[in-house]
């Protein structure tokens, strides 16, 4: 069973619209949570990092909530742009002394339409 | 400042052949990552390493696969005697310091590798 699960797999919207990313880890003790963008053919790039005590963190159009008792994490974009068409990475992780090893999910496929 | 630089971008070998993958980390970051992408699946990491030093390849096959980071030049993935199953992007991170809190890494565009 992955580590990192996210839904859904894909989503299409119009552009101007607003869309909600969903995260749900396993992994335990927990270190850190990011959301990462990549682009097809592209590496991930870092969107937002949150540790185990914050509970939202924002970049311009991005907003990340963590919930760390129940695992779950969200990534809300605002007001989509064409530009958005990614694929959207939770990524975690674990404990202090190896959390430089990143346990990435699936991510989703957002494909954003004039 | 350049990013993270991966060549090449796209590499064709046989079955059998050697796979050679070079990252050059960001000005001023010594520690490299590197990480194996299946089609239609999520980054696995495969090693940390600072220069001249391996300090975890616990994602690494135990056969085949090897890296290493210089004290010169740039970190190089190695897989010997290609297979089908070897087939995937090779994505190589750097990171300036071992910040114990966030280990922001920062990725290169990767390195396709299409075994026939």
């Known amino acids: 069973k992955n580590q990192v699960e996210q839904s859904p797999q894909s989503l299409i919207i119009l552009e101007g619209k607003n869309c909600t990313l969903q995260?749900?880890?396993?992994?335990?003790?927990?270190?850190?949570l990011r959301w990462y963008k990549q682009d097809t053919g592209r590496g991930p790039v870092s969107l937002t990092i949150m540790t185990f005590s914050e509970n939202t963190k924002s970049n311009r159009r991005y907003t990340a909530t963590l919930d760390a008792d129940t695992k779950q994490s969200s990534l809300h974009i605002t007001a989509s742009q064409l530009s958005d068409s990614a694929s959207y990475i939770c990524?975690?992780?674990?404990?202090?002394?190896?959390?430089?090893?990143?346990?990435f999910g699936s991510g989703t496929r957002l494909l954003v339409r004039p | 400042n350049a990013g993270v630089m991966q060549n090449p971008r796209h590499l064709v070998r046989r079955r059998g052949q050697e796979a050679r993958l070079r990252c050059s980390p960001m000005k001023g970051h010594s520690h490299v990552y590197w990480y194996r992408q299946l089609p239609e699946e999520g980054l696995k990491f495969m090693v940390y390493?600072?220069?001249?030093?391996?300090?975890?390849e616990s994602g690494m096959p135990k056969e085949r696969f090897s890296a290493e980071f210089p004290k010169e030049g740039p970190s190089i993935l190695r897989i010997q005697q290609v297979v089908r199953g070897d087939s995937a992007a090779y994505f190589c991170?750097?990171?300036?310091?071992?910040?114990?809190?966030?280990?922001?890494?920062?990725f290169g565009p990767g390195t396709r590798l299409t075994v026939t």
């Open positions: 390493l600072q220069k001249e030093n391996i300090i975890d």
């Open positions: 991170a750097s990171s300036r310091t071992r910040d114990r809190t966030t280990y922001e890494q920062y």
């Open positions: 995260c749900n880890y396993t992994v335990s003790p927990f270190s850190n």
């Open positions: 990524v975690v992780s674990d404990k202090e002394d190896s959390s430089y090893k990143l346990i």
